[in-house]
């Protein structure tokens, strides 16, 4: 059986990347979607989280969320992130929220905030999407 490079291996959702950095799935959907990610193996020489695992888990979520949007046929390619960091974390799991703010037929604008356990916000990132034939 041949498939697609666009399809999502249910045995690694998140990707490579995802699985080497720990994200588990919780939710997912093209409106909302919700995964976690452990703080341990994650970090930044300093012992805190490091910005680029954050920005990991969100252009995972926000790609994830963006290709469901798509549909069949079609596939969705990131073409803008950015982030502000305004808390860091040293331990435990954070956990990301994305949220749809337009999705239209070739763009896909999602918002996700990372939080840690205890519900502070560590990050708000915002990716837009392209939505592709394939």
Request: glycine share 14%; with cysteine.
């Given at each position: 059986?041949?498939?697609s490079?666009f399809?999502?291996?249910?045995?690694?959702?998140?990707?490579?990347?995802?699985?080497k950095?720990?994200i588990?799935?919780?939710?997912?959907?093209?409106?909302?979607?919700?995964?976690?990610?452990p703080?341990?193996?994650?970090t930044?020489?300093?012992g805190i989280l490091?910005?680029?695992?954050?920005?990991?888990?969100?252009?995972?979520?926000?790609s994830?969320?963006?290709?469901?949007h798509?549909?069949p046929?079609?596939?969705a390619?990131?073409i803008?992130?950015?982030?502000?960091?305004?808390?860091?974390?040293?331990?435990?799991?954070?956990?990301?929220t994305?949220?749809a703010?337009?999705?239209?037929?070739?763009?896909a604008?999602?918002?996700v905030?990372?939080?840690?356990?205890?519900?502070n916000?560590?990050?708000?990132?915002?990716?837009?999407?392209l939505?592709?034939?394939?």
């Open positions: 059986m041949t498939t490079k399809e999502v291996d249910p045995a690694a959702p998140a990707g490579a990347l995802g699985l950095m720990g588990e799935l919780l939710e997912l959907g093209a409106e909302r979607s919700v995964a976690r990610m703080v341990e193996g994650n930044q020489p300093y490091h910005g680029g695992a954050h920005m990991v888990l969100a252009e995972s979520l926000g994830m969320s963006a290709h469901i798509a549909g046929g079609r596939y390619v990131g803008e992130i950015g982030a502000s960091h305004t808390r860091s974390v040293s331990e435990g799991w954070v956990i990301g994305c949220t703010i337009s999705l239209g037929r070739t763009l604008v999602h918002e905030v990372i939080r840690d356990e205890a519900g916000r560590l990050s708000t990132v915002r990716i837009t999407n939505l592709r034939d394939i």
